[in-house]
């Protein structure tokens, strides 16, 4: 966590440019970001696309406005280069329901499996995994794997279990989670379309299989907004967290888009750990140079090879 004390005065959006040129840096965000933060990132994707740019750039210091999970996959991608997060406590409820020790035992009970794991999930358990995966690559990935070939996969048991429906395969499912995705009202959702009969339910694979019944369309974040941009449609419920609902009116601005609520009155569809990112926080992290990402060279480099692997068969 950076402790530093920022003057009232300070034009952050000006700050974090001139630091960004200043440092060599490239600033990449999630699509569930801060609008603000997205709108100064100079890449804003899903997992993916954000782990194939930070293999492909340039930039002397790659500052990761996302989850820690994810500044530790551009961390072992380039382990010359410096990675920052903006608050070390951006952690994901997913990958903690993973701890690495679990996952060892695990996968030594089922050692004739083949361990596809979501990326969604610490270095240490990267590094004990065959194969990484995103939600828009998963399908594509487990179809290149032998039909006679048993597969473990970790850790999100709702997006196992749509992939297992997708593919016909029958996989071996950690039982993972992930908070927000888990918090969306199957009732709701259904009062909402009486409200709006005309619009589409898209969701994001992670969510439960009561909500994904309902779903018109349903995807990775990227697909998500690639499916607003090419339907027809002018109503969206949109069973995901709401950050990308940015990226959605930005990019078409004349359609209509509705966070599907949670089912007690909160903001439990917001991810806690990545709005902890804020734009003082990630001037700070610029200024300042830390918080760093920080690996064991043997991790870096056992957790590397499946990564390696997903990017080559995406």
């Given at each position: 966590?950076?402790?530093?004390?920022?003057?009232?005065?300070?034009?952050?959006?000006?700050?974090?440019?001139?630091?960004?040129?200043?440092?060599?840096?490239?600033?990449?965000?999630?699509?569930?970001?801060?609008?603000?933060?997205?709108?100064?990132?100079?890449?804003?994707?899903?997992?993916?696309?954000?782990?194939?740019?930070?293999?492909?750039?340039n930039a002397d210091v790659i500052v990761f406005a996302g989850v820690h999970f994810m500044a530790e996959t551009a961390k072992i991608l380039n382990p010359n280069k410096q990675v920052l997060l903006p608050d070390l406590d951006a952690g994901c409820s997913l990958a903690d329901s993973c701890p690495a020790p679990l996952f060892k035992s695990f996968r030594e009970k089922n050692l004739n499996h083949l361990a596809i794991t979501y990326i969604n999930c610490s270095a240490e358990v990267k590094a004990l995994s065959d194969i990484i995966?995103?939600?828009?690559?998963?399908?594509?990935?487990?179809?290149?794997?032998?039909?006679?070939?048993?597969?473990?996969?970790?850790?999100?048991?709702?997006?196992?279990?749509?992939?297992?429906?997708?593919?016909?395969?029958?996989?071996?499912?950690?039982?993972?989670?992930?908070?927000?995705?888990?918090?969306?009202?199957?009732?709701?959702?259904?009062?909402?379309?009486?409200?709006?009969?005309?619009?589409?339910?898209?969701?994001?694979?992670?969510?439960?299989?009561?909500?994904?019944?309902?779903?018109?369309?349903?995807?990775?974040?990227?697909?998500?907004?690639?499916?607003?941009?090419?339907?027809?449609?002018?109503?969206?419920?949109?069973?995901?967290?709401?950050?990308?609902?940015?990226?959605?009116?930005?990019?078409?601005?004349?359609?209509?888009?509705?966070?599907?609520?949670?089912?007690?009155?909160?903001?439990?569809?917001?991810?806690?750990?990545?709005?902890?990112?804020?734009?003082?926080?990630?001037?700070?992290?610029?200024?300042?140079?830390?918080?760093?990402?920080?690996?064991?060279?043997?991790?870096?480099?056992?957790?590397?090879?499946?990564?390696?692997?997903?990017?080559?068969?995406?």
């Open positions: 966590m950076v402790n530093s004390i920022v003057s009232i005065d300070v034009d952050f959006e000006a700050e974090i440019k001139r630091l960004k040129k200043e440092m060599n840096a490239v600033i990449l965000a999630h699509y569930y970001q801060e609008s603000e933060i997205q709108d100064l990132a100079d890449v804003v994707g899903d997992s993916l696309e954000l782990a194939r740019k930070a293999k492909t750039t995966c995103t939600s828009s690559n998963a399908e594509k990935i487990i179809n290149q794997i032998p039909n006679d070939q048993p597969i473990l996969f970790s850790p999100d048991r709702n997006l196992g279990k749509y992939l297992m429906k997708k593919t016909g395969r029958q996989m071996l499912l950690w039982d993972g989670s992930c908070i927000v995705h888990e918090t969306f009202s199957e009732r709701k959702i259904i009062d909402l379309k009486t409200q709006y009969p005309d619009a589409k339910i898209i969701a994001h694979p992670e969510c439960e299989e009561a909500i994904l019944m309902h779903a018109d369309f349903i995807g990775s974040t990227s697909k998500l907004l690639k499916f607003v941009v090419d339907d027809s449609g002018k109503n969206f419920i949109v069973a995901t967290e709401p950050g990308i609902i940015h990226q959605m009116e930005k990019t078409v601005p004349g359609k209509n888009f509705i966070a599907a609520p949670p089912e007690k009155n909160c903001s439990c569809n917001e991810c806690p750990y990545m709005k902890l990112n804020t734009l003082e926080k990630l001037y700070l992290c610029m200024k300042d140079r830390r918080p760093e990402i920080i690996l064991p060279e043997d991790i870096i480099e056992k957790s590397l090879k499946p990564i390696v692997r997903m990017l080559e068969m995406s």
